[in-house]
């Protein structure tokens, strides 16, 4: 007797381990709300699918889960029947409910199961933010939940890891119903830029804003440019008058002139004297023709010396008489 207890708690562990490990494995894949001109049911009928996908490497059976988009039986203290009623069930009898590892399949919302065991009554409003949540068999245990945004015609609201609870928005040629999200659509960058803008007012505002911004650029670099060409000019202009140069022309042009007069001096010196006023005559003289420019290239001496008359003899004759 106590074997058989043993068993069936072992079976029971076995099972309920076996329940949270699908629960973890079973996750919403990718939503379309309004679907204009993508996945068509068996009777050529477009309307909004759900993809659940089963990301473990099990095979399990989903039937039986619920799908819902009401909010209210979030409300813990609803009874079990209550909240059946606000949800779709996922039909038995279908094989393809059995999902193995890495598989998925998509169901049809807003519709009736009278179509068949993938299509749900579970209400879709495509003009308005939709809540969408998948729960285990008791209707009891939320296994998965997301909020989809309002989207375009043809987008769909998809995981982008399977790990985490991240989503995006897919542009119709990337939707992936009934296989992998991972899938990367190639698009070249000219037809991507056809998509994002159709009429080419983007790529005219951003050719003309380069060209501008490089006219100015060219603008404020010349401006620089001949603004330091200037300064330069100019420096080298100052730089290449020699002021030392002119004041040492200048010194030895006084010396000159000094070492002149002193010898003119000295030559009235032995002469025994000479009228002060022809000292100041010569001096002035050589200042002016210095600052004429006229002697500067003279290298003579300027001498005056005395010469002997014979009036000097009459004079003192002359004055022999009145003594």
């Not at 779709?88 to 393809?96: A, V, Y």
């Not at 050589?286 to 003899?313: C, F, M, R």
Request: a neutral charge; proline letters at 4%.
């Amino acid at each position: 007797m106590k074997k058989i207890v043993f068993l069936f708690g072992l079976l029971m562990a076995a099972s309920q381990w076996s329940f949270a490990q699908m629960d973890k494995s079973i996750k919403l894949n990718e939503v379309m709300t309004r679907n204009a001109t993508n996945l068509q049911d068996e009777y050529g009928n477009r309307g909004p699918w759900v993809e659940i996908a089963n990301i473990s490497h099990s095979t399990y059976n989903i039937r039986g889960m619920y799908i819902t988009t009401d909010r209210a039986v979030l409300d813990e203290t609803m009874s079990v029947p209550e909240r059946v009623k606000r949800m779709s069930i996922i039909p038995n009898g279908e094989l393809r409910t059995n999902l193995s590892g890495q598989q998925h399949l998509v169901l049809f919302l807003n519709s009736s199961p009278t179509k068949g065991a993938l299509h749900l009554t579970v209400d879709v409003d495509s003009v308005k933010p939709v809540w969408i949540a998948l729960y285990n068999g008791n209707a009891t245990q939320l296994l998965d939940s997301i909020t989809i945004p309002v989207m375009k015609a043809d987008q769909s609201f998809a995981r982008i890891s399977k790990d985490e609870n991240k989503w995006e928005v897919k542009p119709y040629d990337a939707v992936t119903p009934g296989i992998s999200n991972y899938i990367q659509v190639s698009e070249s960058k000219i037809d991507k830029l056809k998509r994002e803008d159709p009429h080419g007012f983007g790529i005219t505002v951003l050719a003309m804003g380069i060209v501008f911004f490089c006219l100015f650029t060219l603008f404020v670099f010349f401006s620089l440019f001949g603004l330091f060409m200037k300064h330069r000019s100019a420096a080298k202009k100052v730089a290449a008058i020699p002021p030392i140069n002119v004041g040492v022309k200048t010194v030895e042009k006084t010396l000159e002139i000094g070492h002149k007069t002193n010898i003119i001096l000295q030559d009235g010196l032995k002469s025994k004297g000479i009228a002060k006023e022809v000292y100041i005559a010569v001096i002035s003289m050589a200042l002016k023709e210095y600052q004429d420019n006229v002697h500067d290239v003279e290298s003579g001496i300027i001498t005056i010396k005395p010469k002997n008359t014979d009036w000097n003899d009459e004079y003192i004759q002359m004055t022999q008489f009145h003594e």
